[in-house]
């Protein structure tokens, strides 16, 4: 019964700035990886960016040096910080929590999505 909710999301000139925010239902401890996906019009969902449990960080290449992923374990939350912001960037951003070990998949669970739209 994991809930994940994202906000944050909105229409933003090319070159500015969003903050999207996850909040999880329980303790983001219980969850190996959290991330965040997004998906385009007639584009796959890709992974944007991730973050472990010992804080360790990954990134797609399209958004290396612009994005941000951090947690707020008391808070619960998952953060995404966006700044250089590209049209190519607007989608829908997907919050995704992973229960279990890199090793074993226990759960996988994912926000509603909440759009974000870069006009040039």
């Known amino acids: 019964q994991v809930q994940l909710v994202e906000s944050g999301g909105g229409l933003v000139q090319a070159g500015g700035s969003l903050r999207l925010s996850c909040a999880a239902s329980?303790?983001?401890?219980?969850?190996?990886?959290m991330g965040w996906y997004r998906q385009a019009p007639g584009k796959q969902r890709e992974l944007v960016a991730a973050?472990?449990?010992?804080?360790?960080?990954n990134y797609a290449d399209s958004v290396k040096g612009r994005f941000t992923i951090s947690r707020d374990n008391a808070k619960n939350t998952v953060y995404l910080q966006m700044n250089s912001l590209k049209p190519e960037d607007t989608a829908v951003y997907y919050c995704?929590?992973?229960?279990?070990?890199?090793?074993?998949?226990?759960?996988?669970?994912w926000g509603q999505g909440t759009q974000v739209t870069v006009s040039s």
């Open positions: 973050i472990t449990g010992g804080s360790r960080t």
């Open positions: 329980e303790s983001i401890f219980n969850f190996y990886v």
């Open positions: 995704n929590a992973k229960r279990g070990s890199i090793d074993f998949l226990v759960g996988n669970y």
